[in-house]
């Protein structure tokens, strides 16, 4: 569309909504795949808003043939002293776009306590 208005601000706004447009669609008309630390912001903050629990951290990512693999390490019970809080780590997928497809807890621990191993003393 011609922008013919004389008003300066005007062209400028039109010209920065077809610039973005632009940019924003790419040569097939398919949404752009995000990058890693897109993914990681959008998974962490989907998954706070579904429990209503602080995401704390991300110890595991992985891109897959159908997505994002993550695991978020999650504030699930503070206690004092905070080394006993209760943490617990979630698996998260997502789509291509980052978007979550769901969850599942996979471990729940005390923030002091190392990690078991089998075999280990």
């Known amino acids: 569309m011609l922008n013919t208005s004389s008003d300066p601000e ?3 706004a039109s010209s920065q909504n077809s610039r ?8 097939g008309g398919t949404k752009r795949r995000p990058g890693p630390m897109e993914v990681l912001r959008t998974a962490r903050t989907q998954l706070a808003e579904l429990t209503g629990m602080v995401a704390e951290s991300v110890s595991s990512f992985e891109q ?3 997505g994002w693999t993550l695991e978020i390490e999650v504030l699930e019970l503070t206690r004092v002293p905070d080394t006993m809080s209760l943490l617990a780590s979630y698996q998260v997928e997502c789509d291509p776009q980052g978007e ?3 969850y599942k807890r996979v471990r729940r621990y005390e923030r002091g306590r190392a990690d078991q191993k089998a075999g280990g003393r």
């Open 20 to 27: 973005n447009s632009t940019e924003n669609a790419d040569s």
């Open 64 to 66: 897959t043939e159908d």
């Open 100 to 102: 979550l497809l769901g």
């Open 10 to 12: 005007k062209k400028k």
